[in-house]
């Protein structure tokens, strides 16, 4: 017995050591830096769609507007009112002017808070001047000032209806949810006729998406159902939104 034992010991310190295996990153790290690429990819996504569906005046203003030029009143962010007073001194006229703002707000704004901050501009001019130029489209003129303006009017329910029908296409699955399940009147808490930002991050919650994606999704619900830019979602805009998905 005694032999036998030596005999094992023997062999036991002659195998080879096992490599030892590098320690793996935490889960939890790994998660965070996928999800973290996963929402920055989504939202570049997003903003290279809408840069490439600007109209004319709201491509203009994003190329050849500095952040100083815009800022009237050098409180450090560009409202809308500040959008519309510099589109105006591009000499555009008024249904237009709300148009390309509207699609400035929905392409810029990244975090929904109603105005634009120099870094969210500057990367706005970035991702225009990223797009491939696209020649432009002859219209022909229209015989009568009606038919003009009616035209004019199709064009711009055509160009809303396909920047949002593309929004709602690459929504998250929490966003879409959120629009497809979601009840005006269950976001409105405080009945104010409106749906703020922080009722659409208490609903998620509410279902139970986390807090990293509930603001990526909330930022998504913003820009394809805002349709007027105000910041909030009237029930007009989310009944809209809501068809938009189910076509979508």
Known sequence: KEELDQAKEKVVSQ????????AAPPKDTVAKDSKEDADASHYQLVRGTLASILSGAAKRFVETKSFEEVDK?????????????????????????????????????KDGDGVISKEELDQAKEKVVSQDPKPPVAEAAPPKDTVA?????????S???????????????????????????????????VISQQEITAS???????SKEAEEAKQQIISMADKD???????????????VVAGS
């Open 149 to 157: 303006k009616d035209s004019k009017e199709d064009a711009d329910a």
């Open 15 to 22: 195998d080879p050591k096992p490599p030892v295996a590098e």
């Open 73 to 109: 009143d050098g409180d450090g962010v560009i409202s809308q009112q500040e959008i519309t007073a510099s589109l105006t001194e591009m000499h555009v006229d008024s249904p237009e002017a709300e148009e390309a703002q509207q699609q400035i707000m929905q392409m810029a704004d």
């Open 159 to 193: 160009h809303y209806q396909l920047v949002r029908g593309t929004l709602a296409s690459i929504l998250s699955g929490a966003a879409k949810r959120f629009v497809e399940t979601k009840s005006f009147e269950e976001v409105d808490k405080d009945g104010d006729g």
């Open 204 to 210: 998620l919650t509410e279902m139970q998406v986390d």
């Open 229 to 243: 830019g105000d910041g909030v979602i009237s029930k007009k805009e989310l009944d809209e939104a809501k068809a």
